[in-house]
């Protein structure tokens, strides 16, 4: 049977923090009554990560490793995406910084004509716990991408988005960015392509260990300039 939900978790070196999040995912995963898929892209780790998924793919249900030989993040959500199969497919972090019953709750926003819900931490009702230099860059940089490329979007990096089947292969089957920025270039093309995008807020707790560095900002915003660049050129080839 055709999943309702496709997870996608994309794992870089994520061996110790991955299991604990598969362990919440699966506690409510077991009282839904809907059919669902869980896949995790090893994004060519160098620990254990896909050694990981396998053992616990035996008690866990529907549980999937990909591997990826290429890394980054962008890639590897990419891969998830076009091979799932579900009706709404999201993607989150190894390390829970997003609970899973909010992406339960997600799913609800799915009314009228809204096509990809994503969580934000810069809406009313969000919470989160990062410390004030994140939140201050983080914060520069969306109003860049804003001015740049989406306009009334609050925050276009937390992890937590999900998208209808169609809207994820038409976006994902054309996406470019292979790293950070990929968030901001699937969305640029979801509203290029006429897509309505609906923002929820999200409780983010900030997890030990995070692979964000001062440098990947401004990696983001070159990636950004560069989805800017290829708007304009036409280089999606998206039809108006």
Known sequence: MKPYLSLIIPAYNEAKRLPPTLV????YLEKINFEYE???VDNNSKDA???VVERLSHIIKNLELVKLEAKGKGLAVKEGMLKATGEYRAFTDADNSISFDQI???LKHFSGDVDVVIGSRDVKGAHENQVW???LAGNIGNLIIQTLLLPGLWDTQCPLKIFKAEVAEKVFSVSKIKH???????LSLAK???YKIKEIPAVFISAPGSGIKPITYIYVLLEVLKIKWWMITNKYKIKS
């Open 133 to 135: 230099y994140r939140r």
């Open 49 to 51: 990560t896909s050694e």
């Open 104 to 106: 339960i709750n997600a």
């Open 24 to 27: 919440d995912i699966n506690k």
């Open 38 to 40: 869980i896949i995790v």
């Open 180 to 186: 950070w920025g990929f968030d901001v270039e699937i």
């Open 192 to 194: 290029k392509m006429g």
